[in-house]
């Protein structure tokens, strides 16, 4: 039973995709990232609810700099991301491969240089920590939140690396592909609007 409905189910993506229009699952995937872009929404309001209760004292990082280059990266991660897509969409494993593997490579540099940005924060003359203040709760909520979604793109993007190794994706059906796309820009434009908020406005508004 699980078969047959999985071949028609290919064959309904088959169909969409040779007609030009987008599959059940692409919208699917679509409403479930904008539930979760109401989570982040939700989480971005407390912040800057809690930043403006505090009268802003606080609530400015002195390093941006550091974090503005890991913004690049994650940015630039999506138009590697894109190009990975643009190659199954011609039919071209080869290109999807390299870059799956290049977001791969990009988006863990993100996380392994957050996770260090956390160190120095609780480590240096900040000492930042969830329990420190106000503030403190709030930054490692909010990136900290986006920082598991970049953590679960890039289970995501290692499954949908080795499937497109296995053959698994050809260019009439890919949704696996379109999927992990889809979620890789998704946390990397909330990441430009974290970044602007937590790091770019405190230095405008201060």
């Not at 004292?57 to 630039?76: E, Q, R």
């Not at 480590?123 to 503030?135: K, Q, R």
């Not at 430009?192 to 508004?205: A, R, T």
């Amino acid at each position: 039973m699980s078969t047959a409905h999985g071949e028609q189910v290919r064959v309904l993506e088959e169909q969409a995709g040779l007609q030009g229009t987008k599959s059940l699952n692409w919208w699917g995937m679509a409403f479930f990232l904008c539930s979760e872009a109401l989570i982040f929404a939700n989480l971005i309001a407390v912040y800057l609810y809690l930043e403006i209760r505090n009268g802003g004292a606080g609530w400015k990082l002195d390093n941006w700099y550091f974090p503005l280059f890991n913004t690049v990266i994650l940015v630039s991660s999506s138009a590697v991301m894109h190009y990975a897509g643009n190659g199954i969409r011609k039919g071209d494993i080869k290109q999807l491969s390299r870059g799956l593997l290049g977001t791969l490579v990009m988006g863990a540099y993100f996380i392994g240089a957050q996770i260090f940005e956390y160190y120095t924060l609780a480590t240096g003359p900040e000492h930042l920590s969830m329990t420190t203040s106000i503030f403190g709760s709030a930054f490692f909520t909010l990136t900290g939140f986006h920082g598991l979604h970049v953590t679960i793109g890039l289970v995501f993007l290692l499954i949908t690396f080795i499937r497109a190794r296995l053959g698994h994706f050809t260019k009439q059906s890919h949704f696996g592909v379109e999927a992990a796309e889809l979620y890789w820009h998704f946390v990397d434009g909330v990441w430009v609007l974290v970044f602007s908020i937590v790091y770019l406005l405190p230095l405008i508004s201060h």
